[in-house]
């Protein structure tokens, strides 16, 4: 069984538009993470969720929403997709916010 | 100064040798920390983690921790081609609820 999984694992779209991105984990943990890593490969966090508690909101573009539905599932939305949104973004998942984090297989996203 | 800075090389090592993988951090409260691994096009997996001062074995990797001054490294003893990968280290800080990830260490195993 997956730990964590992501769907779509490719997501391939025009400037402009909205999509998402859905993250569940089979853990059981209460906390679970977006993270953007970029061309060089730098992973940065965009949001953490503890409890379906928003806990970490960094600087990011108010284009990106993310939800949690409940502890397993935290789901990324992001409006008015721009070239520069193009990167694999990565959920995680731990059993705390400061504990081991378990991640997905990402999501590559390109924005022609 | 990076919250979490690493050598982004490529360390290349011959196979069989030890590779010697360095980590430093800013924050000195900083309480736990983390060595994941990175295949290129796959997702970080978690290779080790340590919280107090001093060595930490598992296997062939030995992570060390020294909070005086401020590093934490990684030593893969034996080291094999398959141990290719970009290394991340990734610190708790102080009074923040997640893990700062470094940019990472490449290295290349060299048959």
């Known amino acids: 069984d997956t730990a964590v999984s992501q769907t779509p694992k490719y997501l391939v779209t025009q400037m402009g538009n909205d999509k998402s991105i859905k993250c569940e984990q089979n853990l059981g943990h209460d906390t679970m993470y977006w993270y953007k890593q970029d061309s060089k490969k730098f992973l940065k966090i965009m949001f953490s969720?503890?409890?379906?508690?928003?806990?970490i909101n960094e600087t990011v573009p108010n284009r990106f929403s993310p939800k949690s539905p409940d502890k397993a599932h935290l789901n990324l939305h992001i409006n008015s997709l721009e070239l520069g949104d193009s990167a694999v973004y990565f959920c995680?998942?731990?059993?705390?916010?400061?504990?081991?984090?378990?991640f997905g297989p990402g999501t590559r996203l390109t924005v022609l | 100064q990076k919250e979490v800075e690493q050598n982004s090389g490529p360390l290349s090592v011959p196979e069989g040798a030890i590779a010697s993988l360095n980590c430093t951090y800013s924050?000195?409260?900083?309480?736990?920390f983390f060595w994941y691994r990175q295949y290129s096009g796959k997702s970080p997996e978690l290779i080790m983690f340590i919280y107090s001062n001093g060595d930490k074995e598992d296997g062939r990797f030995t992570a060390q921790l020294n909070k005086a001054s401020q590093y934490v490294s990684l030593l893969i003893r034996d080291s094999q081609p398959s141990d290719s990968a970009t290394y991340l280290c990734a610190v708790v800080r102080t009074g923040r609820r997640a893990l700062t990830f470094g940019s990472g260490t490449r290295l290349q195993v060299q048959p």
């Open positions: 924050d000195r409260g900083s309480q736990s």
């Open positions: 995680a998942s731990s059993q705390d916010p400061t504990g081991t984090q378990y």
């Open positions: 969720y503890n409890n379906k508690e928003l806990i």
